[in-house]
């Protein structure tokens, strides 16, 4: 088997990313220009794209243990299952700041996916950037993300190195 190619590296790296995000090729492309447009006003570029891609609202749902798939907490956030700062959101690459609210939609506490969540969501630990209350299953963004919590599973300098073309 021959050894991959510097472009080979950095297109794996991508793909790792994008698909650990469920996300889809111009998404994430937009989320990596957007980050390398900073790159001079911004000291870690690599943590600034992390941070976006963490605090989407369908992987903070993943995170606290809504969902046991970005997949299926994408759907959730589409479905309108959740409040954020009491509004409906249904859009799953909302950004949270520090300070919101997340909460499930009243309207759905009393369907089965919610009802059997709960004895879940105890086993479950949230991020430190997260708090979550589980009797009001009710979370709030105390933090911004940190790349060392995310813990993504490829090299993000390559990544940029491959939008850099």
């Known amino acids: 088997m021959r050894a991959l190619s510097e472009y080979g590296k950095e297109l794996s790296e991508k793909q790792k990313l994008k698909n650990w995000y469920n996300l889809g090729e111009r998404q994430f492309k937009k989320y990596v220009k957007e980050v390398l447009a900073f790159r ?7 943590s600034l794209l992390v941070e976006k891609l963490e605090s989407r609202l369908d992987n903070v749902i993943f995170r606290l243990g809504f969902a046991s798939s970005r997949i299926q907490a994408r ?40 009802q059997n969540l709960q004895p879940k969501l105890k086993k479950q630990k949230p991020p430190s950037w997260l708090a979550f209350d589980l009797e009001k299953l009710e979370a709030e963004v105390k933090s911004l993300p940190t790349i060392e919590e995310a813990a993504p599973p490829a090299e993000i300098s390559t990544i940029f190195e491959y939008y850099s073309r």
């Open 40 to 46: 001079g006003k911004v000291e870690d570029a690599t």
């Open 75 to 114: 759907q959730l956030v589409n479905h309108s299952h959740f409040l954020v700062n009491g509004k409906k959101v249904n859009i799953p690459s909302y950004q949270l700041r520090k300070g919101d609210k997340i909460s499930p939609h009243p309207r759905f506490l009393k369907s089965k996916f919610f």
